[in-house]
């Protein structure tokens, strides 16, 4: 029997929501979405786990989950089931949690079926996964899947401990391994030998690996590699490869573009039973190499127990720890390869056996439903076969942990409490955290602080801020949201949803909706910032996460940090006094395009698209924003003349707005659409194939159209050519918004305007000067003041003008009704076309164009749960850093890597020994006299100079007169004095910098000093 929630909305099996799955897409492609829109998945245990699990398979999109859980739910299922509460108990889990669970897409049903799982039930799945199942169970659903290459996965959680089991079949292809873009690049030269050797351009770096796949393409002179067989690589160095024999091709002339080409692997996997026998492991701490035999055998052990008692150990219950010992050693003695077993580490695995905690469910739950999306699809690598994962560092150590200390209270917590102890989760519930975003970790990292009941206690609270809306994008990974949430505050909608998880929350979260920045210290101020037991990032940029890691130096409060990116996702803790803070270390600036190759060269498709971007901002942003300026600021055009290097560019823009290319119909919009079609893809070329022939040569006698370079060829306007509409189309509605007429969207219309329209021929002209390097200074055509102030006399007076006003397009990536992504795809593709560059579709250019970061539920899930694990050891109090761990994974390959953070660097000035986190901490407002002083005679330090921000308060080489008049001036008196306004009120203290000479004269580093005012 099955039941199954209604009002799904069903569409084409090759239609994707772009809008709903943009983020995902990027991570999976196309093919990969189709694949898993076909595919049944059974759930088997709806517990935290496989709630978890199907949370993100529901998420990604699959085209069927069903749900098997015949039990009903207890009051400690709450410690990690958030879709279960209080009323749910006693009632059957699966039909409590299905109607919950299916909210969370319209696009995929979600049932429920409570018969037996027979093989005839088991057929309609293409995978089947199973959780909180005993061992016999497993196998022999195990056995059926096998026979008939049905997909498996196996997983549990028991405490801090989790276990991962694949089996998909004898044949699982795997169509892209990383899914990682394809490496790509231009050739320099090749060698018509027997181990051909390709030579790169200079600077270029192939990226490619011993063992990869080429073919070519635009070759001169070895045509016959064009369109290749894919090539096996043997890399000799970073601009080098050899691609096998081309002896027989003929002399390489020029040209040439390289592109990886990924080839597919086929894995065999072993049935359960067999695995058991002679297992294979991927590792998830390789501190931890030993662990995956031990914890194998330990699994089996616990369940042993569990079929004896039909439950699980009760907590730090010596003697059934013992028992599930023994029976680990029982299961030891049969094996083949029988290991030295852990007596601490299996009776460990006892002792939790009875634990729920959200954080694994979430590692696991992450890790298990990105397994499920491989097994759908064929992309990335999966799980080969068993996988096991433990966090025993996050048990606290403030603490022990006793029988009578972990004992079931008869409450939701129950779960935790059989992991940490009762005084622990005291700890818990009194923290007071500030989230510092509700986006997607921030819906994850708010639901596992609710399961966990953190900050509900007399003396906790949870902050959590975002400035940000709800848009359509974001439901595909920010669970807590639904469709009727667009448009309203994620932070109040996000915080409502877990005190609907956790009544114990409500009046314990506060949410704002403020940027945390210098504009806010009025909001979160001193007051705010050292009522904290710590904070989290939840941040999707870097400015704001260096805003918070530096109030987190400041206050001395822990962060823990995390980001994703695809199917990669990293964390990081900063601990007070012990590790570098987020700031110590950058990532290395993106490397920007040279100006000549965007304007004149571009040779990759990422070159077209922001030329168009820019192009984007140039048409329909910048002009619309000056002509404003010009109506509204009365000094506008002075102070714009005063600026040379702009102010040619800005009269000329508010001249060509409000005289000469100011439209009064949507026909006139049309036609200059038209005229811009003109000028960039066929005027522009005309005069740079003019300036630089196709045959043209260098002074070293080089084809100047070599290398990088590609020639060009000019665009004949064609009103029946697709691309050629699409581009006059989005123009032209794009500059009647800026005008505020009414646009249309009928191409036989834009066909019958433009069949009006006369255009006339281009001539090339002499003396116009190309931008051909980089460093090159190329003087456009000059505007003498006499020109410039022609133009400024021609525009209308704004007094004549009341009232009105243009709209500037300002850039929106994801509104598909704007034109913005149509106009940036469309101009993108015509300069591809003129460079012969291969065009990419609407969903590429809007992901570059955008800036997009992919992102996926899966990896998201994941890494909130290793934060929380680390968490864990913050409250506890741990200040080992040999305690805490940094995380890098990847669930594509699967890679998992845990390091120690970083120690902070130690400075030294005299004997004293000091870190970031160290300053001189002075109460009172000294005047700068008794500041000096207090620094020479507590400190044996001259102060040379003193700055607050960029004020420069004092310095050795100073005026005599004005330093005498400082010198008796108290701190807020001096900063006020030089700012000309006053501090604010809710500064308590103020930081200064200092400059100092240590007692031997010389210039020594020293921490920012402190001063306490109010």
Same mark, same amino acid.
């Given at each position: 029997? !099955? &039941?199954?929630?209604?009002?799904?909305?069903?569409?084409?099996?090759?239609?994707?929501?772009?809008?709903?799955?943009?983020? $995902?897409?990027?991570?999976?492609?196309?093919?990969?979405?189709?694949?898993?829109?076909?595919?049944?998945?059974?759930?088997?245990?709806?517990?935290?786990?496989?709630?978890?699990?199907?949370?993100?398979?529901?998420?990604?999109?699959?085209?069927?989950?069903?749900?098997?859980?015949?039990?009903?739910?207890?009051?400690?299922?709450?410690?990690?089931?958030?879709?279960?509460?209080?009323?749910?108990?006693?009632?059957?889990?699966?039909?409590?949690?299905?109607?919950?669970?299916?909210?969370?897409?319209?696009?995929?049903?979600?049932?429920?079926?409570?018969?037996?799982?027979?093989?005839?039930?088991?057929?309609?799945?293409?995978? =089947? #996964?199973?959780?909180?199942?005993?061992?016999?169970?497993?196998?022999?659903?195990?056995?059926?899947?096998?026979?008939?290459?049905?997909?498996?996965?196996?997983?549990?959680?028991?405490?801090?401990?989790?276990?991962?089991?694949?089996?998909?079949?004898?044949?699982? =292809?795997?169509?892209?391994?990383?899914?990682?873009?394809?490496?790509? +690049?231009?050739?320099?030269?090749?060698?018509?030998?027997?181990?051909?050797?390709?030579?790169?351009?200079?600077?270029?770096?192939?990226?490619?690996?011993?063992?990869?796949?080429? %073919?070519? $393409?635009? #070759?001169?002179?070895?045509?016959?590699?064009?369109?290749?067989?894919?090539?096996?690589?043997?890399?000799?160095?970073?601009?080098?490869?050899?691609?096998?024999?081309?002896?027989?091709?003929?002399?390489?002339?020029?040209?040439?573009?390289?592109?990886?080409?990924?080839?597919?692997?086929?894995?065999?996997?072993?049935?359960?039973?067999?695995?058991?026998?002679?297992?294979?492991?991927?590792?998830?701490?390789?501190?931890?190499?030993?662990?995956? %035999?031990?914890?194998?055998?330990?699994?089996?052990?616990?369940?042993?127990?569990?079929?004896?008692?039909?439950?699980?150990?009760?907590?730090?219950?010596?003697?059934?720890?013992?028992?599930?010992?023994?029976?680990?050693?029982?299961?030891?003695? $049969?094996?083949?390869?029988?290991?030295?077993?852990?007596?601490?580490?299996?009776?460990e695995l006892a002792f939790q056996a009875r634990g729920d905690l959200t954080p694994m469910a979430a590692v696991i739950g992450g890790l298990v439903a990105q397994e499920v999306l491989k097994a759908c699809s064929g992309k990335f690598c999966p799980i080969y076969q068993h996988l096991f994962f433990d966090s025993l560092e996050?048990?606290?150590? *403030?603490?022990?942990?006793?029988?009578?200390?972990?004992?079931?209270?008869?409450?939701?917590?129950?779960?935790?409490?059989?992991?940490? +102890?009762?005084?622990?989760?005291?700890?818990?519930?009194?923290?007071? $955290?500030?989230?510092?975003?509700?986006?997607?970790?921030?819906?994850?990292?708010?639901?596992? /602080?609710?399961?966990?009941?953190?900050?509900?206690?007399?003396?906790?609270?949870?902050? =959590? %801020?975002?400035?940000?809306?709800?848009?359509?994008?974001?439901?595909?990974?920010?669970?807590?949201?639904?469709?009727?949430?667009?448009?309203?505050?994620?932070?109040?909608?996000?915080?409502?949803?877990?005190?609907?998880?956790?009544?114990?929350?409500?009046?314990?979260?506060? !949410?704002?909706?403020?940027?945390?920045?210098?504009?806010?210290?009025?909001?979160?101020?001193?007051?705010?910032?050292?009522?904290?037991?710590?904070?989290?990032?939840?941040?999707?940029?870097?400015?704001?996460?260096?805003?918070?890691?530096?109030?987190?130096?400041?206050?001395?409060?822990?962060?823990?940090?995390? +980001?994703?990116?695809g199917t990669k996702g990293n964390t990081q803790v900063v601990l007070p006094g012990v590790t570098e803070s987020y700031s110590s270390s950058n990532d290395p600036p993106e490397k920007s395009i040279p100006i000549c190759t965007l304007k004149n060269f571009p040779n990759q498709i990422e070159h077209t698209i922001q030329w168009?971007?820019?192009?984007?901002?140039?048409?329909?942003?910048?002009?619309?924003?000056?002509?404003?300026?010009?109506?509204?600021?009365?000094?506008?055009?002075?102070?714009?003349?005063?600026?040379?290097?702009?102010?040619?560019?800005?009269?000329?823009?508010?001249?060509?707005?409000?005289?000469?290319?100011?439209?009064?119909?949507?026909?006139?919009?049309?036609?200059?659409?038209?005229?811009?079609?003109?000028?960039?893809?066929?005027?522009?070329?005309?005069?740079?194939?003019?300036?630089?022939?196709?045959?043209?040569?260098? *002074?070293?006698?080089? @084809?100047? /159209?070599?290398?990088?370079?590609?020639?060009?060829?000019?665009?004949?306007?064609?009103?029946?050519?697709?691309?050629?509409?699409?581009?006059?189309?989005?123009?032209?509605?794009?500059?009647?918004?800026?005008?505020?007429?009414?646009?249309?969207?009928?191409?036989?219309?834009?066909?019958?305007?433009?069949?009006?329209?006369?255009?006339?021929?281009?001539?090339?002209?002499?003396?116009v000067k190309i931008q051909v390097q980089e460093n090159e200074n190329v003087q456009t055509q000059s505007t003498d003041a006499s020109e410039l102030e022609d133009l400024v006399k021609a525009l209308p007076s704004p007094s004549s003008l009341p009232g009105y006003k243009l709209q500037p397009a300002d850039f929106e990536k994801?509104?598909?009704?704007?034109?913005?992504?149509?106009?940036?795809?469309?101009?993108?593709?015509?300069?591809?076309?003129?460079?012969?560059?291969?065009?990419?579709?609407?969903?590429?250019?809007?992901?570059?164009?955008?800036?997009?970061?992919?992102?996926?539920?899966?990896? %998201?899930?994941?890494? &909130?749960?290793? =934060?929380?694990?680390?968490?864990?050891?913050?409250?506890?109090?741990?200040?080992?850093?040999?305690?805490?761990?940094?995380?890098?994974?990847?669930?594509?390959? @699967?890679?998992? +890597?845990?390091?120690?953070?970083?120690?902070?660097?130690?400075?030294?000035?005299?004997?004293?020994? /000091? &870190?970031?986190?160290?300053?001189?901490?002075?109460?009172?407002?000294?005047?700068?006299?008794?500041?000096?002083?207090?620094?020479?005679?507590?400190?044996?330090?001259?102060? &040379?100079?003193?700055?607050?921000?960029?004020?420069?308060?004092?310095?050795?080489?100073?005026?005599?007169?004005?330093?005498?008049?400082?010198?008796?001036?108290?701190?807020?008196?001096?900063?006020?004095?030089?700012?000309?306004?006053? #501090?604010?009120?809710? #500064?308590?203290?103020?930081?200064?910098?200092?400059?100092?000479?240590?007692?031997?004269?010389?210039?020594?580093?020293?921490?920012?000093?402190?001063?306490?005012?109010?």
């Amino acid at each position: 029997m !099955s &039941t199954t929630m209604e009002g799904i909305q069903q569409g084409p099996v090759d239609a994707i929501d772009e809008g709903l799955y943009s983020r $995902q897409l990027y991570v999976l492609g196309k093919t990969a979405m189709l694949a898993m829109s076909v595919s049944n998945v059974l759930i088997v245990g709806l517990k935290g786990l496989g709630a978890e699990i199907a949370k993100n398979v529901i998420l990604a999109g699959v085209k069927s989950v069903t749900l098997h859980d015949r039990g009903h739910v207890e009051i400690t299922d709450l410690s990690s089931q958030f879709y279960l509460n209080h009323s749910d108990v006693g009632k059957p889990r699966a039909q409590a949690t299905v109607a919950r669970l299916a909210e969370l897409n319209s696009y995929v049903p979600v049932s429920v079926y409570d018969g037996d799982l027979t093989e005839a039930e088991l057929l309609k799945y293409q995978v =089947v #996964v199973l959780t909180d199942v005993p061992l016999a169970e497993q196998l022999r659903i195990n056995e059926i899947t096998h026979r008939n290459n049905i997909k498996f996965i196996a997983s549990d959680i028991r405490g801090l401990f989790g276990s991962v089991f694949n089996d998909f079949g004898e044949a699982f =292809v795997v169509t892209d391994q990383t899914g990682e873009e394809p490496v790509s +690049g231009m050739v320099a030269g090749i060698s018509a030998e027997e181990n051909g050797l390709v030579t790169c351009l200079e600077d270029h770096r192939h990226g490619l690996e011993d063992g990869d796949y080429v %073919t070519f $393409q635009e #070759v001169q002179g070895m045509e016959a590699l064009n369109g290749c067989e894919p090539r096996k690589v043997s890399v000799s160095g970073p601009y080098t490869f050899k691609i096998g024999d081309t002896s027989n091709l003929g002399n390489y002339k020029t040209g040439g573009i390289f592109t990886q080409v990924k080839q597919p692997k086929t894995l065999k996997f072993h049935s359960l039973k067999d695995s058991l026998k002679a297992p294979e492991f991927v590792y998830s701490d390789f501190a931890k190499f030993d662990r995956p %035999t031990q914890l194998l055998i330990g699994f089996q052990a616990l369940d042993a127990f569990k079929a004896k008692h039909s439950v699980l150990p009760l907590p730090r219950n010596e003697a059934h720890a013992t028992e599930v010992f023994n029976n680990a050693l029982a299961i030891n003695a $049969q094996s083949a390869n029988p290991i030295d077993l852990d007596e601490k580490l299996i009776k460990e695995l006892a002792f939790q056996a009875r634990g729920d905690l959200t954080p694994m469910a979430a590692v696991i739950g992450g890790l298990v439903a990105q397994e499920v999306l491989k097994a759908c699809s064929g992309k990335f690598c999966p799980i080969y076969q068993h996988l096991f994962f433990d966090s025993l560092e996050s048990l606290p150590s *403030s603490s022990a942990l006793t029988e009578q200390s972990c004992r079931p209270q008869g409450t939701r917590y129950d779960g935790i409490i059989a992991v940490f +102890g009762y005084d622990f989760f005291t700890k818990l519930t009194n923290a007071r $955290q500030f989230l510092v975003g509700a986006g997607a970790i921030g819906c994850e990292m708010l639901k596992n /602080w609710a399961m966990l009941g953190l900050g509900s206690g007399p003396e906790g609270y949870i902050y =959590v %801020t975002d400035m940000d809306t709800i848009e359509k994008s974001n439901l595909n990974r920010q669970f807590l949201f639904r469709p009727k949430d667009v448009g309203r505050l994620k932070s109040e909608c996000a915080a409502s949803a877990v005190e609907a998880m956790n009544p114990d929350l409500r009046n314990k979260i506060k !949410s704002f909706a403020d940027r945390v920045g210098p504009d806010t210290e009025n909001i979160f101020g001193d007051e705010f910032w050292e009522g904290l037991t710590g904070v989290t990032n939840a941040l999707d940029n870097v400015d704001a996460r260096k805003y918070v890691d530096r109030r987190c130096v400041y206050y001395r409060k822990s962060l823990l940090e995390s +980001g994703t990116l695809g199917t990669k996702g990293n964390t990081q803790v900063v601990l007070p006094g012990v590790t570098e803070s987020y700031s110590s270390s950058n990532d290395p600036p993106e490397k920007s395009i040279p100006i000549c190759t965007l304007k004149n060269f571009p040779n990759q498709i990422e070159h077209t698209i922001q030329w168009a971007r820019d192009v984007f901002d140039g048409l329909f942003r910048g002009p619309a924003e000056n002509v404003n300026m010009y109506l509204t600021q009365p000094n506008f055009v002075t102070t714009t003349l005063k600026e040379p290097g702009s102010a040619k560019e800005t009269i000329e823009s508010i001249h060509h707005m409000l005289v000469t290319d100011r439209p009064k119909s949507f026909e006139q919009c049309v036609a200059w659409a038209r005229f811009k079609f003109q000028d960039y893809y066929h005027n522009q070329i005309a005069q740079l194939l003019y300036n630089f022939p196709v045959d043209a040569v260098t *002074s070293t006698g080089t @084809p100047f /159209w070599s290398g990088p370079k590609r020639a060009p060829t000019k665009i004949v306007f064609d009103a029946e050519d697709p691309l050629h509409l699409d581009f006059i189309i989005a123009a032209a509605n794009l500059y009647a918004f800026n005008f505020g007429l009414k646009g249309e969207r009928d191409k036989k219309y834009f066909q019958t305007v433009l069949a009006t329209i006369h255009v006339p021929e281009f001539q090339p002209k002499t003396g116009v000067k190309i931008q051909v390097q980089e460093n090159e200074n190329v003087q456009t055509q000059s505007t003498d003041a006499s020109e410039l102030e022609d133009l400024v006399k021609a525009l209308p007076s704004p007094s004549s003008l009341p009232g009105y006003k243009l709209q500037p397009a300002d850039f929106e990536k994801d509104d598909d009704s704007n034109f913005h992504i149509d106009f940036i795809t469309a101009a993108s593709n015509l300069r591809a076309s003129n460079y012969n560059i291969a065009n990419a579709d609407r969903l590429k250019t809007k992901f570059i164009a955008g800036k997009i970061i992919p992102a996926i539920a899966t990896t %998201t899930a994941l890494v &909130t749960g290793l =934060v929380c694990l680390e968490l864990f050891k913050i409250i506890d109090g741990k200040t080992k850093i040999e305690d805490y761990k940094n995380g890098f994974i990847n669930l594509a390959l @699967p890679f998992f +890597g845990f390091s120690e953070p970083i120690a902070a660097p130690k400075f030294k000035y005299h004997e004293t020994e /000091w &870190t970031l986190w160290d300053r001189f901490d002075i109460v009172g407002n000294l005047t700068l006299k008794q500041l000096i002083e207090k620094f020479k005679n507590d400190y044996e330090l001259e102060i &040379t100079m003193l700055s607050s921000g960029v004020s420069m308060l004092y310095s050795f080489f100073m005026q005599k007169a004005k330093m005498q008049e400082r010198l008796n001036m108290t701190i807020i008196e001096l900063i006020e004095s030089i700012s000309k306004k006053p #501090v604010p009120p809710h #500064v308590k203290a103020i930081v200064l910098e200092v400059c100092v000479n240590d007692r031997t004269g010389e210039d020594v580093e020293v921490p920012y000093v402190r001063i306490v005012v109010r």
